[in-house]
């Protein structure tokens, strides 16, 4: 199995130093040869595409943050696994301890995000994590 190193950016950066950013670190990775991992960014879902043009020919890939388990409706302010796919991603990200706390995402919901974005081509990653609280009362384990 391939190591993947991914930085998920979270609610971070607005588009110029977004596009300077993931520029830049596919400006540094050009030409240096395999560095024997997978790379991966998830910026926010409205500086996918933005990004997606500035990763063209690049080795770097690029992801979502999640994605809604329908395919469309009226779902205000989500993306669906065909959009992300759509925009050039190849991963999302699904079941963040975040979205579970703050969104009271539970399992069912994140398999089903699993399997919309495997319908689209997309690779899941399937976070199992823990709180922050979990992790500072030694629970993390």
């Given at each position: 199995m391939?190591?993947?190193i991914?930085g998920?950016?979270?609610?971070n950066?607005?588009?110029?130093?977004?596009?300077?950013?993931a520029?830049g670190l596919?400006?540094?990775?050009?030409?240096q040869?395999?560095?024997?991992?997978?790379?991966l960014i998830?910026?926010?879902?409205?500086l996918?595409?933005?990004i997606?043009?500035?990763?063209?020919?690049s080795?770097?890939?690029?992801?979502?943050?999640d994605?809604?388990?329908?395919?469309?409706?009226?779902?205000t302010?989500?993306?669906?696994a065909?959009?992300?796919a759509?925009?050039?991603?190849?991963y999302?990200?699904?079941?963040?301890?975040?979205?579970r706390?703050?969104?009271?995402?539970?399992?069912?919901?994140?398999?089903?995000k699993?399997?919309?974005a495997?319908?689209?081509?997309?690779?899941?990653?399937?976070?199992?994590?823990?709180?922050l609280d979990?992790?500072?009362?030694?629970?993390a384990?």
């Open positions: 391939r190591p993947l991914a998920n950016w979270k609610m950066k607005l588009a110029p130093d977004a596009a300077l950013l520029g596919a400006e540094r990775r050009q030409g040869g395999d560095p024997g991992c997978d790379i998830c910026p926010p879902s409205i996918v595409s933005r997606a043009a500035t990763l063209t020919n080795s770097i890939t690029l992801g979502g943050q994605c809604h388990a329908a395919e469309s409706g009226a779902h302010g989500d993306i669906s065909a959009m992300l759509d925009a050039g991603c190849s999302v990200i699904v079941g963040h301890s975040e979205r706390t703050d969104h009271d995402e539970g399992d069912a919901l994140v398999k089903a699993a399997e919309a495997l319908r689209h081509g997309l690779i899941a990653i399937v976070c199992v994590g823990e709180t979990e992790r500072d009362g030694g629970q384990l």
